[in-house]
């Protein structure tokens, strides 16, 4: 079982930068993140392979976000640059439970996921 603790959310001015960590306990491969806004589906952001080799991200976010990981650490980061209203949402990390040939972005292709933590970006 694989437990995922996110943190680094708050309140910040558009324009601005945010980092979030996802602690791990046990073993994860891919891990993504996630984001849910008021009244809508629950999207995809980003992902990093377990080896750190491969990223993907959503349109929304690419050159703005980026991702990563430190194994020695079991964490993996969200540092978000460049900040917009519409970034607003609660960000969940999510980790895979095997091994996978591409990175997914389906929320369902992913096993364990955080309790998520709240972004606000002020306009």
């Known amino acids: 079982q694989v437990q995922l603790v996110e943190s680094g959310g708050g309140l910040v001015q558009a324009g601005g930068s945010l980092r979030l960590s996802c602690a791990a306990s046990?073993?994860?491969?891919?891990m993504g993140w996630f984001r849910q806004a008021p009244g809508k589906e629950r999207e995809f952001v980003a992902a990093i392979t377990w080896s750190g080799s491969s990223t993907y991200y959503a349109d929304s976010v690419k050159g703005r976000f980026a991702i990563s990981r430190d194994n020695a650490k079991n964490t993996v980061y969200l540092q978000m640059n460049s900040l917009k209203p519409e970034d607003t949402g609660v960000y969940y990390c999510a980790s895979q439970h095997a091994l996978s040939r591409q990175i997914e972005v389906a929320s369902y292709k992913y096993t364990y996921w955080g309790q998520g933590t709240q972004v606000t970006v002020s306009s």
């Open positions: 046990g073993r994860t491969f891919t």
